[in-house]
Nanobody
Framework: VQLQASGGGLVQAGGSLTLSCVVS????????MAWYRQSPGKERELIADTTSSGAARVADSVKGRFTVFRDNAKKMVWLQMNSLKPEDTAVYYC????????????????WGQGTLVTVSS
């Protein structure tokens, strides 16, 4: 079981990118799915998350510009990023709380490998 993130790249300020993340492998259930980012010298911060029921929220720093959505059947989550700013430059990570087997005693948070987003001014 692993998370695979993709979609990062270089974009000019004001541009858009959509990141995607998929849970590969068989799992019993996928609980929350989230996007974090980390800029050089800064701590990793939560950008957006979504529950299995579809409730979603984004951080104040990206509200109105970023949207998170998921497809439970595909075990995927996306982060649509519009009106990108240079300060959005970071490595973006997806995370998911997975219940791998029904008999497991607890769910586990898995992380993707990170995808770099660079916004040029």
């Amino acid at each position: 079981v692993q998370l695979q993130a993709s979609g990062g790249g270089l974009v000019q300020a004001g541009g858009s990118l959509t990141l995607s993340c998929v849970v590969s492998g068989n799992v019993f259930s996928v609980n929350f799915m989230a996007w974090y980012r980390q800029s050089p010298g800064k701590e990793r911060e939560l950008i957006a998350d979504t529950t299995s029921s579809g409730a979603a929220r984004v951080a104040d720093s990206v509200k109105g510009r970023f949207t998170v959505f998921r497809d439970n059947a595909k075990k995927m989550v996306w982060l649509q990023m519009n009106s990108l700013k240079p300060e959005d430059t970071a490595v973006y990570y997806c995370a998911a709380d997975l219940w791998v087997k029904s008999e497991d005693s607890a769910s586990v948070v898995y992380w993707g490998q990170g995808t770099l987003v660079t916004v040029s001014s």
